[in-house]
């Protein structure tokens, strides 16, 4: 691996307080100062500008490193792919769930509402097994049944073949006709 750093340094250093001369005390034998001479401080200024580069040479010595960092890169790229495709369809179903609710009970956009597209493609259906309320036109006919004419019911609805069906006085059946 290869890596390329440029890099600009700046300096500025200078003495405190600037005075470039100064009245420097004369003193007697006592300690009295006598009188003052101006003395150069010799202070001076110093300001330095680098610029430069810097260049590195690595080789890592463990290459599984890398692989671990990318494949760990990979996984975590495609966990956010599945949390935003988790949320895009929850908000699919909850959107479908709503807008049947509402079909079921008669609530819809108006024609010129900007959000009647939301619900434009949610189909209501009849759930497995119901049967919705309808009607069927059949012919019928009536007969009535004396004790003198005995009901016969297929033997495969009796729990013997000798088992007889108690009679039927008047009793008004309405069958279709084939």
């Known amino acids: 691996m290869l890596t390329f750093s440029p890099f600009l340094t700046d300096s500025h250093t200078y003495s405190v307080p600037r005075e470039y001369w100064y009245e420097q005390p004369q003193y007697d034998d006592d300690g009295n100062v006598t009188h003052t001479t101006m003395n150069r401080t010799g202070q001076k200024d110093n300001?330095?500008?680098?610029?430069g580069f810097s260049m590195t040479f690595s080789i890592p010595l463990d290459g599984s490193l890398q692989r671990r960092c990318k494949e760990a890169?990979?996984?975590q790229i495609a966990r956010t792919k599945q949390m935003l495709n988790d949320s895009a369809l929850n908000w699919h179903i909850a959107r479908l769930k709503e807008c049947g609710n509402l079909k079921l009970k008669g609530i819809e956009f108006s024609d010129n509402s900007p959000y009647k597209s939301l619900c434009e493609d949610v189909v209501v259906k009849a759930k497995m097994g119901q049967v919705l309320p309808h009607r069927h036109k059949t012919p019928t006919s009536s007969f009535s049944l004396t004790p003198e004419q005995p009901l016969s019911i297929p033997s495969v609805f009796l729990s013997s073949p000798s088992q007889k069906v108690p009679f039927l006085y008047d009793l008004e059946l309405s069958l279709p006709l084939k």
Not at 47 to 51: G, K, P, Q, V
Request: charged share 10%; proline share 0%.
């Open 47 to 51: 300001i330095a500008m680098n610029l």
């Open 73 to 75: 890169a990979d996984n």
